[in-house]
């Protein structure tokens, strides 16, 4: 087979990892006499690489998530009072293994989404499936939904291995489709040992 036709057989098998860098490995194996299996090697790394890059961007589309944010980047001076220690162990995503929940309570613009999205966005790195909802807005989507949609909603948002509720109780009453939804959201997820981020501003 020549280059052309290598490069098509790796496009049908789905290689495509391997058929972008594969003149580029050939090139680099040729002037440097690499071995064949070290060459190989290397080629099958790519395709690694690439896979686990297009999975990773999956997750992250499917998790709502509308930034890449980190604790690594976060300016703590903004909010000296904010815990470190407890920050960083929610970061450690223990508690996602243990099916625990997480309760970020505290004023207005003070990080409490920064934080949340941090740690959601650390979940998808670690390979789990994550859903990010603000929660108001999602509630009020659930409400206006017909009932085929709702049943759909519900099994997206007890389903994902974290999910996050930013800023529950932005209103100060909720309506009563909205306390439907969340009792169903939290009591069914107990029950399969799933955990939840909520962020609020008043003490719940």
């Known amino acids: 087979m020549n280059m052309v036709e290598i490069e098509r057989a790796l496009r049908e098998l789905r290689l ?36 686990r890059s297009r999975l990773l961007e999956r997750r992250y589309k499917r998790s709502g998530l509308d930034e890449k944010v980190t604790l690594a980047d976060f300016d703590w001076r903004f909010n000296p009072k904010l815990p470190r220690s407890a920050c960083f162990e929610l970061h450690t995503l223990k508690f996602i293994g243990e099916g625990a929940n997480a309760l970020i309570v505290g004023k207005p613009g003070t990080g409490k989404s920064y934080l949340a ?31 085929p949609e709702r049943t759909q909603l519900l099994k997206d948002w007890v389903e994902p291995d974290l999910i996050v509720l930013d800023d529950l109780f932005l209103a100060r009453r909720i309506t009563e489709h909205a306390a439907e939804v969340l009792q169903a959201i939290v009591h069914q997820r107990y029950k399969l040992r799933r955990a939840i981020v909520v962020t609020s501003n008043r003490v719940v």
């Open 117 to 147: 999205k941090a740690v959601a966005y650390q979940a998808t790195l670690q390979g789990y499936d994550v859903r990010y909802l603000e929660a108001d807005t999602e509630f009020a989507r659930y409400a206006i939904a017909s009932a």
């Open 16 to 51: 495509s990892g391997i058929a972008e860098t594969l003149s580029t490995r050939v090139m680099q194996a040729q002037a440097a006499h690499e071995p064949f299996m070290e060459t190989f090697g290397a080629m099958l790394q790519d395709e690694l690489d690439r896979r």
